[in-house]
């Protein structure tokens, strides 16, 4: 157990803080230290783009003609230099609404290289585009050439209207149709704005989430070096890229190494394994639900997963149920990485290792290049063992929401910033989530994780998806509920379900009400919606 630790930057003693720990823990900031080229310093995303050899193979995509790393640094500094002639400058906002895929990949390494980049979900109806746009206060917006509809309606008068014309390495911007002129572009530094992103918004307004280049920077180098990336890796980049996860672990983590990205259409678990034959990853990142449904449809790919060149998989942005890692872990043969990440962090936080040292299932594995701790309300930090809030600080970790002092207020205690989830360090420094602290389920004085509930009823041979909730209780304040999806062509009782948690679970932790839907809602990255599901379900009005 320990009382109190050496903070790794700035060498004093304080507190029961738990010290970064982990294969990518003590990347000193701006270091540029990374698997690829040891004499490279990485400090921008164009920086960045430099590591890897102009003859290597830097992005390949389904049919498309594979890009190398000279032909990616030359595609991006001539669209990042049309955006320089459009005087589009250092810190501008350019939104960028674009279907997933490889253009999509160049046009953010593009702008993000010379602007602040905004990623916008392609899916966004007109009024959420709108406020989105707005808030941000965009001063262009890039779509791909005829896509434009949507998004162009839903631009503000005066933004600029961008279009990306042909394809990878061809790529170019054109206004109202016509090519924008090449010009020398103004190259980003360490302490400007590359990225903007909102947060989901699940129980607030969302929030404006700024971050650098050298946030981004340093959470991909964290990321490169805990997987142990080489220029050998390529990743199946199947996250959203309007998303920090596709974003930072999917894409700059891979170049950071000087390996490279299959860049897919969306995620598709019909199209999974012929992506997994065509383009020959060495591992790829996903949330749970992803997991999930490749793994239901694995059995009739043997042939597909024998071929495979895959060293490990990687799962971040909800928690990972034991039962799904070990399933995942059963059809791929290689060990399956738990990561803990928040767009407020540039993504990870905190990983499990790579073989040989010990992954602890269940856990997030150790803090990677982030001080990370325990707090309770009163702000005091936790020993180890003891519950509370986990609170994070460090070169990844964003100062402050943009426009927001209440927001700020309540998400900063000390430098330290709140992460609204609920868990623990275990006597070796392995952090284990026990819920998000608004999840978390209040059953007359009982706080009880939805996280334990669902890795129980996940293990019912006729259950596909669950997730637990709260309902709300007028004795006890909360129930413990639960919304099934059967798997298919099995059948099962709610008696069937509540005796299977009765026999793993403590009396009241067993769901009073179970609900069997055809699907749980979801979120754009696929992580499943539990906060107001009574709602979305019928159950209270």
Known sequence: MLSAVTCWRCATTRGPLWPVTGEGANI???????????????????????????????????GRKPLTFGDLRATVDRLSGQLCALDIERGDRVAIVMPNGPDMAIAFLAVASCAAAAPLNPKYRSDELQYYMTDLGVKALITRDGDATEAGSAAAAGTLRLSVDGEGGDLGLRVRGEPVADHAPEPARAGDLALLLHTSGTTSRPKIVPLTHHNLCTSAQHITACLSLTEADRCLTVMPLFHIHGLVAALLAPLAAGGSLACTPSFDAFRFFDWLDELTPTWYT????????????????????????????????????????????????????????????????????????????????????????????????????????????????????????EANAQAFTDGWFRTGDEGYF??????????????????GGEKISPLEIDDVLLRHPAVAQAVAFGLPHDKLGEEVAAAVVLAEGASATERDIRGFAADHLAEYKVPRTVVFVGKIPKGPTGKLQRIGLAKRLGLVP
């Open 426 to 443: 275990d006597e070796d420094g392995y952090l284990f989530l026990t819920g998000r602290l608004k999840e978390i389920i209040n059953r």
């Open 286 to 405: 996903a949330v749970p639900t992803m997991h999930q449904l490749i793994v239901s449809r694995a059995e009739r790919h043997a042939s597909v997963i024998d071929r495979a060149r895959l060293r490990f998989v990687r799962s971040s942005s909800a928690s990972l149920p034991p039962v799904v890692l070990e399933d995942t872990q059963r059809v791929f043969g290689v060990p399956v990485i738990e990561a803990y990440g928040m767009t407020e962090a540039s993504h990870q936080m905190a990983s499990n290792p790579l073989p040989p040292a010990v992954a602890k299932p269940g856990s997030v594995g150790r803090a990677t290049g982030i001080e990370m701790s325990i707090m309770d309300k009163e702000g005091h930090h936790l020993p180890q063992g003891e519950r509370g809030e986990v609170v994070i600080r460090g070169p990844t970790v964003i100062q402050a929401y943009e426009k927001n002092p």
């Open 28 to 62: 000193p900031i701006g270091s540029g230290t990374h698997r690829g080229r040891s004499d490279a310093v990485i400090e921008t995303i164009r920086d960045l783009l430099a590591v890897g050899d102009s003859r290597a193979i830097a992005l390949v995509a389904p």
